[in-house]
């Protein structure tokens, strides 16, 4: 999985209530390893376990914040997934499936106050594919 997500962050429930932080676009490439429970029928539910890197870019904070600079770490992860092809005939395929995605990531904020962010997005996608 490979796909661009831009982001609106805020922190909540702090001593100075919410508080807007502005915007994140990341990138978050996930490779799994399947394992096909009926590779040959017509049905063909699988599991998949990986790992995750996410890069975060293009870090902006809302204009007229007291905030000056705010960067995210690049976070290394796992992810699980589930999902179901069926067969469609002449190799098509018609996909949905689900995935668990860990993103963890540090916060500095100002170069003085940091915080440990969790993502952690359940994925869920549809498609279409073709075995060869």
Excluded at 102 to 122: K, L, M
Aim: aromatic fraction near 12%; charged fraction near 20%.
């Amino acid at each position: 999985m490979l796909g661009v997500t831009p982001h609106d962050v805020a922190a909540v429930d702090t001593a100075a209530g919410d508080v807007d932080l502005g915007d994140v676009t990341l990138l978050p490439p996930t490779l799994t390893v399947q394992y096909h429970f009926n590779p040959e029928g017509a049905v063909r539910p699988y599991a998949g376990a990986g790992v995750n890197f996410t890069h975060f870019f293009d870090e902006s904070l809302p204009s007229g914040s007291a905030l000056t600079t705010i960067d995210y770490d690049n976070s290394f992860g796992f992810a699980v997934q589930a999902g179901i092809d069926f067969d469609m005939g002449n190799d098509w395929f018609f996909n949905v499936d689900a995935k668990y995605i860990e993103i963890n990531t540090d916060v500095t904020i100002d170069g003085a106050i940091t915080a440990d962010v969790d993502i952690d997005p359940i994925v869920v996608g549809l498609g279409f594919g073709r075995r060869f």
